[in-house]
Structures are given as C-alpha cells and as structure tokens.
Nanobody, 115 residues
Framework: VQLVESGGGLVQPGASLRLSCAAS????????MSWYRQAPGKERELVAV????????NYADSTKGRFTISRDNAKNTVYLQMNSLKPEDTAVYYC?????????WGQGTQVTVSS
C-alpha cells in the first residue's frame, strides 16, 4: 500500500497550491479519502474528507470556502485545491485512506505560507 503526496511548497499569502495524492496497493474507489495537516507543536487535524464515490465532502471550519477536495477514481488520486492561503495554513499535509478498520497514511508534503 502506498499513498504518495506531491504539490507542496513555499508560497506567499493569498497564493494557491494543488496537492495530489497517488494511491496504489488497495481498492482506492472503495475508500473514504481525507487530507490532514500538522503544524509544528500542534496535533494533526482533519482538513477535508471525501466519500468513496466523490459525492460527499466535508471541511474543517478553517478551510471552508478556500479549500476543495476532489478525487479521480480512474486515476487512483485525490486532490486538495488550496486557495487564498494564509500563514496559519503552514503545515505538513498528509493523505489518509480509510475503509472500516483499515487506515493508511502518506508520508506528507510540506506547505509553507510566508511572505
């Protein structure tokens, strides 16, 4: 099982980034996919979640209206479009897959928002 995140980087406040998470080794289309983030000295928190068919999404209050989660089950990939980035969005972003008791994590990608 592999979840490989990409797309992180250093951007200025107000900029956009699109994170991708490529999955392999499991039936991607059957899993709920999520993005989490963890800032230095803070606990890991849920950013956004999308159900297996991609019909239902949910977001943390801090990201509603700025972030969009989506998935392409044909490509085994989940995305996180992040707009209007703020310094407080700085964190390592992790991809997460869940189905029942099965849970998988990616290695994370760093997002830094700074002027």
């Amino acid at each position: 099982v592999q979840l490989v995140e990409s797309g992180g980087g250093l951007v200025q406040p107000g900029a956009s980034l699109r994170l991708s998470c490529a999955a392999s080794g499991f039936t991607f289309s059957s899993y709920t996919m999520s993005w989490y983030r963890q800032a230095p000295g803070k606990e890991r928190e849920l950013v956004a979640v999308i159900d297996s068919p991609g019909d239902i999404t949910n977001y943390a209050d801090s990201t509603k209206g700025r972030f969009t989660i989506s998935r392409d089950n044909a490509k085994n990939t989940v995305y996180l479009q992040m707009n209007s980035l703020k310094p407080e969005d700085t964190a390592v972003y992790y991809c997460h897959a869940q189905r029942g008791w099965a849970r998988y994590w990616g290695q994370g990608t760093q997002v830094t928002v700074s002027s």
